[in-house]
């Protein structure tokens, strides 16, 4: 099961995240997912999008400190 | 009916889609009756005069940019929009049983509820997959719509839902989307319901969502300027009983007299036009045995001032006791009280409706100050029981329960001879909103104008 899954997140991928549950295309690897219209009904969207993609659980609170793509990847990478 | 003096409509139901359909017919020369059952227009719109000039909304109350005909018609009858209050933090209290875990039971402030957000995140993705593949003008034409429309939503939760949070979370947030308990509605209506609203995130969003405004001074006042227009030709009071059709013309009988016309339109919900008496009768209902009330109970509690703002608060709880399963910041721009607005919706409501009006404003009052408690008593409390409302049986909107939307769907506007059929219900766009009220105004007038 784990080798399915890769910890790497690519920026462009959380961009395809982010542009999904967003429905919206205008979403570069540095836009605030709060600025686009993002709440917390769509940030739990991500969330487990990452968790699936990725198996990284992350918690509101540390999406709270990474917002945009490339943030996310970051810290996906960081806690695999 | 179409000799010397043009064609001839009766309109039932002075909501906004009766209104806003008799209006349409009028501006295109037919003479107009519209009868209306109580003493008021505005159907499940109504205002409440909370103090001296400021209106709070006992019905329904919000809009966004999406609703482009609601839009349209207030620009017309000149009514503006004002903003919804979300500033400040949000509370949450979503223990299930307090008294089992005291330590647990304070309500937790901020942004996020605080729940295992993958557990939520998975839920939401699955209803968003589910409201993606259902067909939006005709829901029954979903792909596996037999399995979906076969099962409830309860049922479907059982099933699907493995993680106590989202398992707590989603009658919550069924609750607040559609008034529903998940044990009335099939799965397909749910799709179907965040789908017709514009999807999950717009449907419950305030901001950039359809809670994004209310109507400045009260959403009533769509109905009473339409009602101005058309004068004597609303008659309040005028329960109808029966609808009979010969080969010449329409007949509707109310408690009072009878009303002949060319067409009739019925801007009715479903479960009140199955009320009345056909003849001929109809070849498919207008609900099934399943069809269920909309469970809203609408509390407005009243304060001297919206002091939670002062505490950094937006007004905005989610809760998982009731009798208040949300609470909404609805104080009017106008005048200087705070109101906060409960939302009793599901089995809550049927519970909440049996009260006295004593105890209602005690238990509400109660958990409003367990909220917030920098609340003094409130000065005035006002429940509006939707669910028990004679002439509405129910609020936002009619809940098709399993099996309904195979039965019913085909022949939703499908006119009965001289007779046509309005109501948010019967759009399946923004189905159960101002907007779709509006919807179906506009497609029964060109219905009736294309019977030629």
């Not at chain 2, 009858?77 to 400040?88: D, S």
């Not at chain 2, 901001?207 to 058309?230: F, N, S, T």
């Amino acid at each position: 099961m784990s080798t399915d899954l890769t910890t790497t997140a690519t920026p462009e991928a959380l961009v395809a995240v982010f542009r999904r549950v967003l429905e919206r295309e205008d979403v570069t690897a540095d836009s605030d997912f709060f600025e686009l219209g993002g709440d917390s009904l769509v940030a739990t969207r991500v969330l487990s999008a990452v968790a699936r993609d990725h198996g990284v659980e992350l918690t509101f609170e540390e999406f709270l400190q990474a917002t945009t793509p490339a943030g996310l990847a970051q810290r996906i990478t960081a806690t695999g | 009916m179409s000799g010397r003096t043009g064609p001839s409509a009766v309109v039932v139901g002075a909501g906004i889609a009766g209104l806003t359909a008799a209006t349409g017919l009028a501006a295109r020369g037919y003479r107009v009756t519209v009868l209306e059952a109580r003493d008021r227009v505005g159907g499940r719109t109504h205002g409440i005069e909370a103090a001296p000039g400021a209106w709070v909304d006992a019905g329904a109350a919000y809009l966004g940019d999406r609703h482009t005909e609601l839009l349209a018609l207030m620009a017309e009858l000149g009514l503006k929009t004002t903003p919804t209050t979300m500033l400040g933090a949000s509370r949450f209290a979503l223990d299930p049983d307090p008294s089992a875990d005291p330590g647990r039971a304070a309500t937790r402030d901020g942004r996020f509820p605080p729940l295992n957000a993958v557990a939520l995140g998975d839920l939401f993705e699955q209803l968003a997959e589910l409201t993606a593949a259902v067909h939006p003008e005709a829901p029954w034409l979903t792909p596996d719509a037999e399995r979906l429309d076969a099962l409830t939503a309860a049922d479907w939760a059982e099933q699907q839902l493995r993680h106590p949070d989202a398992r707590l979370f989603f009658p919550l947030f069924l609750g607040e989307m559609t008034a529903a308990d998940p044990a009335d509605v099939s799965v397909l209506h749910l799709a179907f319901y965040l789908r017709s609203g514009g999807g999950l995130r717009y449907l419950n969003a305030f901001a950039g969502g359809a809670q994004q405004d209310r109507i400045a001074g009260g959403a009533h006042q769509v109905c009473e300027r339409l009602a101005e227009r058309l004068g004597p030709r609303v008659r309040l009071g005028e329960p109808v009983r029966a609808v009979h059709q010969d080969a010449d013309a329409v007949t509707v009988h109310t408690a009072h007299g009878s009303h002949r016309a060319d067409v009739a339109v019925l801007a009715l919900p479903p479960l009140l036009a199955d009320a009345i008496d056909f003849r001929p009768g109809l070849p498919v209902p207008r609900a099934g045995d399943r069809t269920a009330r909309g469970c809203a109970v609408k509390v407005h509690l009243v304060y001297p001032e919206p002091v939670w703002r002062d505490h950094g608060l937006s007004g905005w709880s989610v809760n998982a006791r009731g009798p208040l399963l949300s609470t909404v910041d609805d104080s009017p721009a106008e005048g200087r009280i705070g109101v906060l607005t409960g939302f009793v919706t599901g089995a809550e409501a049927h519970r909440f409706a049996a009260l006295t009006a004593r105890q209602q404003r005690a238990a509400a009052s109660e958990q409003a100050a367990q909220l917030f408690p920098m609340l003094p008593e409130p000065i005035d409390c006002h429940v509006t029981d939707w669910l028990n409302d004679p002439y509405s049986k129910g609020c936002y909107a009619a809940l098709l329960g399993p099996g309904d939307w195979s039965r019913l769907g085909p022949t939703l506007t499908t006119p009965h001879g001289r007779v046509h059929w309005a109501g948010t219900e019967t759009s399946t766009a923004y189905f159960g909103l101002m907007e779709g009220a509006i919807r179906s105004a506009h497609r029964v007038v060109a219905e009736v104008l294309a019977r030629g």
